[in-house]
C-alpha cells in the first residue's frame, strides 16, 4: 500500500435489533485503495456493517474511526435500498447533489452509454440504471471511501460491467478503498484483493486474495477421502463428492493420492458459506 495508515479502524463493534445481536465485538482495519469483498450467509451482519461505516446506524458500542484526512461528505454507499430522491428527475437530482456537495461539474460518462432521458423520475428506473446513476453521483464527490451492497447481482451483465468498470476506475485514479458486500462472485473477481467472511456478527476469514487462491484446494472423487485433511465443505452428488481443501499446502499433494484442483473466487467463498450451513444443520 502507498499508505501504511489505515483510512478506516473498527474496534469491537456491536450492533444489536432487539433481542438480535448483528455485529459482535468486530476488529478490522481497512487500508488507502483497498478493494475488499465481504461475503458470508444472510444475516452475518455484512449489510449493517456497511451502514455502520457510512453513518446511517450508530452501533451500540465499539467505535469506528476514519483517517484524520477523511470528511464523511468523501464516504458513499450505494444499496440495494431505495435511498434516493424518488420524485426528482435525473436532472433535479444531479443539480440537488452538485449543490449539496459543492460539484462544479458532474461527470456524466456512466450515464451516457445508457442513453437515458434525464427528464425522466428517479423511481421509474431500472436497478440497473439506478445503480450507475447512483455511482455516478458518488463519483462526482471523488470519494476516499466507496461502500457497495448487494446491488451487483440485481444489475444485468451490460450494466454490471459498466458498474464494475467504474469501480475500477475510481479505484486507479483516486486510489479509493472500496468494500463490496454481494453474493454474485464471478464478475468481481478481477477486483477484490482481500476477502473477509463473516459468521453470526464476526469475521472468521480475512485473507489476501491471492493467499486464499493459494491455500485452497478441491477434491472431486466417488470415495471418501482421508479425515486428516482439513476439509471445510463437501458438496455431494449422485456420482461424486467435491472436498474443498482449507488450508491447503504443497506437501498434501506428495502425502495423499489425490488431485488437487485450483478453485475460483467464487467457489472459494461458496465453499465457506456453505462449511457454515453444513455446521448449522450440526
Not at 464516504?75 to 443539480?95: A, M, N, R
Not at 446513476?133 to 451492497?149: A, G, R, T
Not at 452428488?237 to 467435491?242: A, H, I, M, Q
Amino acid at each position: 500500500m502507498n499508505n501504511p495508515d489505515p483510512v478506516i479502524t473498527i474496534n469491537d463493534l456491536s450492533m444489536s435489533f432487539g433481542k438480535k445481536k448483528v455485529l459482535d465485538r468486530v476488529n478490522v482495519r481497512f487500508e488507502r485503495g483497498e478493494a475488499v469483498l465481504v461475503a458470508g450467509n444472510n444475516g452475518a451482519g455484512k449489510s449493517t456493517l456497511l451502514r455502520c461505516i457510512a453513518g446511517v446506524y450508530f452501533p451500540g458500542c465499539g467505535d469506528i474511526r476514519l483517517a484524520p484526512a477523511i470528511s464523511k461528505e468523501k464516504v458513499g454507499l450505494i444499496s440495494d435500498k431505495k435511498s434516493l430522491f424518488e420524485h426528482f428527475t435525473l436532472e433535479e437530482g444531479i443539480e440537488f447533489h452538485s449543490r449539496v456537495f459543492n460539484i462544479n461539474k458532474f461527470d456524466d460518462s456512466l450515464l451516457k452509454p445508457l442513453n437515458i432521458d434525464m427528464k425522466q423520475k428517479i423511481k421509474d428506473l431500472s436497478n440497473g440504471e439506478r445503480a450507475l446513476y447512483h455511482l455516478s453521483l458518488l463519483l462526482s464527490q471523488k470519494p476516499d471511501i466507496l461502500l457497495v451492497d448487494e446491488i451487483i447481482h440485481a444489475i444485468d451483465p451490460y450494466l454490471r460491467e459498466l458498474f464494475l468498470e467504474g469501480v475500477i476506475e475510481l479505484i486507479d485514479q483516486l486510489n479509493t478503498t472500496v468494500i463490496m458486500v454481494n453474493q454474485t462472485f464471478y464478475e468481481m473477481g478481477r477486483i477484490p484483493e482481500r476477502v473477509l467472511i463473516m459468521e453470526n456478527g464476526q469475521f472468521v476469514l480475512d485473507e489476501k486474495t491471492e493467499d486464499l487462491h493459494r491455500k485452497m484446494r478441491k477434491i472431486v472423487t466417488g470415495k471418501e477421502i482421508s479425515q486428516d485433511l482439513p476439509v471445510i465443505f463437501k458438496k455431494e452428488t449422485s456420482v461424486f463428492s467435491e472436498y474443498y481443501v482449507y488450508p491447503f499446502t504443497g506437501e498434501m499433494e506428495t502425502t495423499y493420492d489425490y488431485e488437487f484442483r485450483e478453485v475460483d473466487l467464487t467457489e472459494i467463498v461458496k465453499s465457506f458459506i456453505g462449511g457454515y450451513y453444513a455446521k448449522k444443520r450440526g
